[in-house]
Structures are given as structure tokens and as C-alpha cells.
């Protein structure tokens, strides 16, 4: 059994350290805590476990490039990375030796006291950067930085651990063979950057990314992206637009969470070029902030959702119609059209290259876990639940797109879709929704009467519009309902009919879908129309925006009271 994997070496000798007490354990490693006859300070010991399915020839390789780094990464000396006292191998396992620090690490911190305060962050995220920038000068790059490897002493200082499997960045940047990275190993998902996700070559701004997305963590208490799998992981960190952190937490100025995004930028080239440039840009943003919440109590604002609607510039194009990849015949069935021969491509290779880098992610260095810190805790920081009223009201109207064909008028926002071929979608660009609650009123005010006049919500969309799911209504007598996901092509879910849509009443309703993981349950008009859907398949959709949706050429649809409730 896994919870017991390591338990074995208990007792065990490895350069006359003896294996006291099991710490913690992973895919391939486990840290003891160790002490040496006659040597009163205690000290941690990793240890590499052989995995059963290891061919020899793989292990030898491992070893021998495991050793190369540890000795060239041992040379590495900043006050805020975790030295290595000591690495070898002894019957067969390879190990290193580090100091024993008692204040555990800071994933375990976070979910024993919440998130951090904007002040605490600040201090960690600069030492952490000196450490980055201190091991990028000296040509090593992390490949691993995530809240679960940084350690605490219990005094106010942080040390980025495991740069065991850290590997050599290549001086000159246009050596193309020299940064690619065939032998790396694949970091932590929740923390990949786009660039390690796809395979690609990697330099210092590789580690900016994953901290980016830990200072997302110590600001949130969790990461940007949730998944049911490492390849769906992958698939957001490449793809997806991380959420505001102004949703999330009243005291993040517009401001902090710029800094934030652009750390986070899907491309390598917009991101802060340094770990110290990052650091100097959220210092420098937390200082503001407290002039920017006396302005928004002075105004009387404390809704951040519209204090960034004053500044807010809708990126052009908002929208892109996508190729409808059906054709409906009687409004009952769907037929799908093959996927395009590009899609194909670029998911087949992207899925390959992920894959084979999974491979070697059961090799990398698992985090320490430690006993709780003996700082003083960080008082809790409430999250900031997130509702919203109605998300087509004048305030939020600069979020949606406007055009002949998205237009507002008489407190309704209409979309016609003008295209004999293409669905039009319009959405809410502001944020990023995992879990909730969300229902709008629709009125169909023109009907092509094709049996493709659906109408309805769009939501868990890629930024892109690369792949979402629609939960869409026929209107007239007998009503149908779809719930579709769009991923290069259709694939319906869930159909059937609408007694509630048989009234003469029935191009006005109400639509609501209530998202919790991949539980996805559909109301029109309060009423349930089915069980609860569960999307299980590789493609089910985590997180992405919401938006508004219609079908058919000539089919002109009106929305409103767009009711938007996050569950966490």
C-alpha cells in the first residue's frame, strides 16, 4: 500500500545516519527524519525509491544523471535555498542529506492558518526571488517551484528545497539543442509552467511562472486551476486565463492582481523577465493597495468586480464564431462532422509530448511534510464569495461584446446570429468559474424554424473558444433541451423534452445550471429536466468563462437577469 511505502528503510544507515521516523512520502521518494551516533542536530534524508516497473537500464540512468546534478546543485550557496549537506548511493538508493527544518513547509502552512496576509507574501515572495534569481545567474533552473518546496525555520525565513532535479540552463539562450529538455523531469502540475506542459525549452521564466501560481496559492489557499487528471492540468496551464484574484479576496487592488496575471502569462516573453522584477512589482502594488481601499470606501465602491470596470479595455476581437460542427435536420438528433485534420494534429502531438514527459513525473522529488510551524500563525484572511446579481445590468455591460449582432437595447441583451454556418457566443469576460450557480432569462424574439433555433448558456469556455459546454432550448410545442460539450467537435451529452415549454408561453424561460466538479444538474423554469449529469470522459471541463449562446442562422434570442453565484 502507498501509506506504506518507505516504512521499510526504517532503521536503515545511509552514511552513518540512521532512518529514525518516516516525514513523508511520494510517487518516488521518501524523507526521513535521521540522526548520527554521537551528533545532536537531526537532519533530512531523502531517499529514492526504484520503481517496480524500473527496467535496470532506466534506473542506472537515472542515478547517474541524479548524482551529476546534486553534485553540481550542492555548489549552490544563498542564504534562502536549502543547502545539501551531503548525496550518494548505498545499496542501490540514491539519497541526499539536508538540514531538518521544523517549521514544515509552506503548503502545509497555508492549509493550517489560510491564506496569507498581503504583507507575509510580500516578505516570502522576496526571499524566495533572491534565491531564483541567485540559482538562474548561476545557470540552474528549479523546474519545480511550488509552495510544498519551501521550507520554513519557524523565524520568519523561507528556503526553496529540492533543487535536486534541477537542471543546467545553457549560458547562450539561441543554443537551441542545449535548452531543450529530453532529460528534465516534469514538475508538479499545479505548477507547470506552459512552456515545461508542452515540452518545450525552458529558461529562467519557467520558474517564474510556477511562482506565480504559488503566490496565487499563498494568496487563495489554492491553485489558479483544478483537474481530474495531469494532462487536463496541463492542458489549462497552456490554455486557460487564471481567475482575479479581486473575486476572491476584498484587500487585492487591481493593481496586485496585475502583477499576479502577468507573472502568469501564457507566453515566457510577457511575463517579468526576473524573479527580483516580480517581487519589486507586487512590493510596490501591496503599497498602493492601501490608497486604493481608502478611495474605494470614499466612493463608496466596495464591489471589485466594478471597480475595475472603470479602467477595464474589452480585448478586440471578443468574440469568435465558431464553425458549427453539426448539422440538424429535425431538432432531434445531431449529427457530428468529422474533427478538422489540425485539431487532430496539434491534440495528438501536445498529448503525446505530455505523456511521454508524465513518464518520468513519477521520478520527481516529492515535497517535505513537516510538523506545524512555530511562527506565530497568520490571521485568517476571509475568502470573497462571489455573486453576481445580474451580469447584463449597465455596470458590467463593458464586459460583453457589442456589435450588429451583440447588441443591448431595453435592458435585454440580443444576439442574432447572422451565420449559415456558425453558432454565435458571447461572454462574460471578466472571470474564470469552476463550481456554480448560474440562470438566465431567455426570450426568443426570432425563430429560423430549421429545428436548430437553440438557444441558451455557454459555459467552462476556454478563453480561445476551443472547446465549453452549452446547455441550450428548442422553443415551441413539443420544448427540447441539449447539454453539449464543443471540444473541436459536438458530442451531445444529455437531450430530451420540455413539458415545461409546452405553455403559450413558451419562447420566454428561465434557464439555470448549478456546476459542482463534474456534477453538472439543469433547471428550466425551477424545474429539474434531469439527473444530474457527470461528464467522466478525458475532455470534461474544469473551469472557463460564462457566456450566452444561439444556434441557428436567423435566430435572434434576448437575455437577461444573468445570475452568476459561485459555490467556492
Same mark, same amino acid.
Given at each position: 500500500?502507498?501509506?506504506?511505502?518507505?516504512?521499510?528503510?526504517?532503521?536503515?544507515?545511509?552514511?552513518?545516519?540512521?532512518?529514525?521516523?518516516?516525514?513523508?512520502?511520494?510517487?518516488?521518494?521518501?524523507?526521513?527524519?535521521?540522526?548520527?551516533?554521537?551528533?545532536?542536530?537531526?537532519?533530512?534524508?531523502?531517499?529514492?525509491?526504484?520503481?517496480?516497473?524500473?527496467?535496470?537500464?532506466?534506473?542506472?540512468?537515472?542515478?547517474?544523471?541524479?548524482?551529476?546534478?546534486?553534485?553540481?546543485?550542492?555548489?549552490?550557496?544563498?542564504?534562502?535555498?536549502?543547502?545539501?549537506?551531503?548525496?550518494?548511493?548505498?545499496?542501490?538508493?540514491?539519497?541526499?542529506?539536508?538540514?531538518?527544518?521544523?517549521?514544515?513547509?509552506?503548503?502545509?502552512?497555508?492549509?493550517?492558518?489560510?491564506?496569507?496576509?498581503?504583507?507575509?507574501?510580500?516578505?516570502? +515572495?522576496?526571499?524566495?526571488?533572491?534565491?531564483?534569481?541567485?540559482?538562474?545567474?548561476?545557470? $540552474?533552473?528549479?523546474?519545480?517551484?511550488?509552495?510544498?518546496?519551501?521550507?520554513?525555520?519557524?523565524?520568519?525565513?523561507?528556503?526553496?528545497?529540492?533543487?535536486?532535479?534541477? $537542471?543546467?540552463?545553457?549560458?547562450?539562450?539561441?543554443?537551441?539543442?542545449?535548452?531543450?529538455?529530453?532529460?528534465?523531469?516534469?514538475?508538479?502540475?499545479?505548477?507547470?509552467?506552459?512552456?515545461?506542459?508542452?515540452?518545450?525549452?525552458?529558461?529562467?521564466?519557467?520558474?517564474?511562472?510556477?511562482?506565480?501560481?504559488?503566490?496565487?496559492?499563498?494568496?487563495?489557499?489554492?491553485?489558479?486551476?483544478?483537474?481530474?487528471?495531469?494532462?487536463?492540468?496541463?492542458?489549462?496551464?497552456?490554455?486557460?486565463?487564471?481567475?482575479?484574484?479581486?473575486?476572491?479576496?476584498?484587500?487585492?487592488?487591481?493593481?496586485?492582481?496585475?502583477?499576479?496575471?502577468?507573472?502568469?502569462?501564457?507566453?515566457?516573453?510577457?511575463?517579468?523577465?526576473?524573479?527580483?522584477?516580480?517581487?519589486?512589482?507586487?512590493?510596490?502594488?501591496?503599497?498602493?493597495?492601501?490608497?486604493?481601499? $481608502?478611495?474605494?470606501?470614499?466612493?463608496?465602491?466596495?464591489?471589485? +468586480?466594478?471597480?475595475?470596470?472603470?479602467?477595464?479595455?474589452?480585448?478586440?476581437?471578443?468574440?469568435?464564431?465558431?464553425?458549427?460542427?453539426?448539422?440538424?435536420?429535425?431538432?432531434?438528433?445531431?449529427?457530428?462532422?468529422?474533427?478538422?485534420?489540425?485539431?487532430?494534429?496539434?491534440?495528438?502531438?501536445?498529448?503525446?509530448?505530455?505523456?511521454?514527459?508524465?513518464?518520468?513525473?513519477?521520478?520527481?522529488?516529492?515535497?517535505?511534510?513537516?510538523?506545524?510551524?512555530?511562527?506565530?500563525?497568520?490571521?485568517?484572511?476571509?475568502?470573497?464569495?462571489?455573486?453576481?446579481?445580474?451580469?447584463?445590468?449597465?455596470?458590467?455591460?463593458?464586459?460583453?461584446?457589442?456589435?450588429?449582432?451583440?447588441?443591448?437595447?431595453?435592458?435585454?441583451?440580443?444576439?442574432?446570429?447572422?451565420?449559415?454556418?456558425?453558432?454565435? +457566443?458571447?461572454?462574460?469576460?471578466?472571470?474564470?468559474?469552476?463550481?456554480?450557480?448560474?440562470?438566465?432569462?431567455?426570450?426568443?424574439?426570432?425563430?429560423?424554424?430549421?429545428?436548430?433555433?437553440?438557444?441558451?448558456?455557454?459555459?467552462?469556455?476556454?478563453?480561445?473558444?476551443?472547446? &465549453?459546454?452549452?446547455?441550450?432550448?428548442?422553443?415551441?410545442?413539443?420544448?427540447? &433541451?441539449?447539454?453539449?460539450?464543443?471540444?473541436?467537435?459536438?458530442?451531445?451529452?444529455?437531450?430530451?423534452?420540455?413539458?415545461?415549454?409546452?405553455?403559450?408561453?413558451?419562447?420566454?424561460?428561465?434557464?439555470?445550471?448549478?456546476?459542482?466538479?463534474?456534477?453538472?444538474?439543469?433547471?428550466?423554469?425551477?424545474?429539474?429536466?434531469?439527473?444530474?449529469?457527470?461528464?467522466?470522459?478525458?475532455?470534461?471541463?474544469?473551469?472557463?468563462?460564462?457566456?450566452?449562446?444561439?444556434?441557428?442562422?436567423?435566430?435572434?434570442?434576448?437575455?437577461?437577469?444573468?445570475?452568476?453565484?459561485?459555490? $467556492?
Amino acid at each position: 500500500m502507498v501509506a506504506t511505502r518507505g516504512q521499510h528503510l526504517l532503521g536503515k544507515v545511509l552514511d552513518s545516519w540512521q532512518l529514525e521516523k518516516l516525514l513523508g512520502y511520494g510517487g518516488s521518494s521518501a524523507v526521513f527524519l535521521a540522526q548520527r551516533e554521537g551528533v545532536e542536530r537531526k537532519v533530512a534524508i531523502k531517499v529514492f525509491l526504484p520503481r517496480a516497473n524500473s527496467d535496470p537500464q532506466m534506473l542506472r540512468d537515472f542515478h547517474r544523471r541524479f548524482l551529476r546534478e546534486a553534485e553540481a546543485t550542492s555548489e549552490l550557496d544563498h542564504p534562502h535555498i536549502l543547502p545539501i549537506h551531503s548525496y550518494g548511493e548505498e545499496d542501490g538508493f540514491p539519497y541526499i542529506i539536508m538540514p531538518y527544518l521544523s517549521g514544515g513547509t509552506l503548503a502545509e502552512y497555508v492549509k493550517l492558518n489560510g491564506p496569507l496576509s498581503l504583507e507575509e507574501t510580500q516578505r516570502y +515572495l522576496a526571499q524566495i526571488s533572491e534565491a531564483l534569481d541567485y540559482a538562474h545567474e548561476h545557470g $540552474r533552473i528549479h523546474c519545480d517551484v511550488k509552495p510544498a518546496n519551501i521550507l520554513l525555520d519557524g523565524e520568519g525565513n523561507v528556503f526553496l528545497s529540492d533543487f535536486g532535479i534541477a $537542471r543546467a540552463m545553457q549560458i547562450n539562450p539561441e543554443d537551441d539543442q542545449a535548452t531543450a529538455i529530453p532529460e528534465v523531469l516534469m514538475g508538479t502540475p499545479d505548477y507547470i509552467s506552459p512552456e515545461q506542459a508542452l515540452g518545450h525549452a525552458l529558461d529562467g521564466r519557467s520558474d517564474i511562472y510556477s511562482l506565480g501560481v504559488t503566490l496565487f496559492f499563498l494568496l487563495a489557499g489554492h491553485p489558479p486551476f483544478r483537474a481530474d487528471s495531469s494532462i487536463a492540468m496541463a492542458l489549462l496551464h497552456v490554455h486557460e486565463a487564471p481567475p482575479s484574484l479581486c473575486f476572491i479576496r476584498d484587500d487585492v487592488s487591481p493593481d496586485i492582481d496585475d502583477v499576479v496575471q502577468r507573472a502568469l502569462g501564457k507566453q515566457a516573453a510577457d511575463r517579468f523577465q526576473t524573479a527580483g522584477e516580480f517581487s519589486e512589482a507586487f512590493t510596490l502594488a501591496v503599497a498602493a493597495a492601501p490608497e486604493w481601499q $481608502r478611495e474605494q470606501q470614499a466612493s463608496g465602491n466596495s464591489d471589485h +468586480l466594478l471597480g475595475r470596470v472603470n479602467n477595464y479595455k474589452p480585448a478586440e476581437p471578443i468574440i469568435h464564431v465558431k464553425q458549427l460542427q453539426h448539422y440538424r435536420s429535425t431538432g432531434t438528433g445531431r449529427n457530428s462532422r468529422s474533427r478538422r485534420r489540425l485539431v487532430i494534429a496539434v491534440l495528438v502531438v501536445l498529448l503525446v509530448v505530455i505523456g511521454g514527459l508524465l513518464l518520468h513525473n513519477s521520478l520527481a522529488l516529492s515535497s517535505l511534510v513537516a510538523r506545524r510551524p512555530t511562527a506565530t500563525p497568520t490571521p485568517h484572511i476571509p475568502l470573497k464569495p462571489l455573486v453576481i446579481e445580474d451580469a447584463l445590468a449597465p455596470q458590467y455591460q463593458n464586459f460583453w461584446p457589442t456589435s450588429s449582432t451583440f447588441v443591448f437595447t431595453n435592458g435585454q441583451y440580443h444576439i442574432q446570429n447572422k451565420s449559415p454556418q456558425s453558432v454565435a +457566443l458571447a461572454f462574460f469576460d471578466s472571470h474564470q468559474f469552476r463550481d456554480f450557480r448560474l440562470s438566465v432569462t431567455l426570450n426568443e424574439v426570432r425563430g429560423s424554424h430549421s429545428g436548430g433555433d437553440f438557444s441558451g448558456l455557454a459555459f467552462r469556455s476556454a478563453t480561445d473558444q476551443s472547446h &465549453y459546454y452549452v446547455f441550450a432550448v428548442l422553443s415551441g410545442n413539443p420544448g427540447l &433541451y441539449e447539454f453539449l460539450r464543443y471540444d473541436g467537435q459536438w458530442q451531445t451529452l444529455d437531450s430530451g423534452n420540455l413539458l415545461s415549454l409546452t405553455t403559450s408561453n413558451a419562447q420566454n424561460v428561465t434557464l439555470q445550471v448549478v456546476a459542482n466538479g463534474l456534477q453538472l444538474a439543469f433547471y428550466v423554469n425551477g424545474q429539474q429536466v434531469t439527473a444530474p449529469v457527470l461528464d467522466k470522459s478525458s475532455l470534461s471541463l474544469a473551469t472557463g468563462q460564462i457566456g450566452l449562446y444561439v444556434e441557428a442562422q436567423d435566430t435572434e434570442a434576448a437575455f437577461s437577469h444573468l445570475r452568476i453565484e459561485s459555490l $467556492r
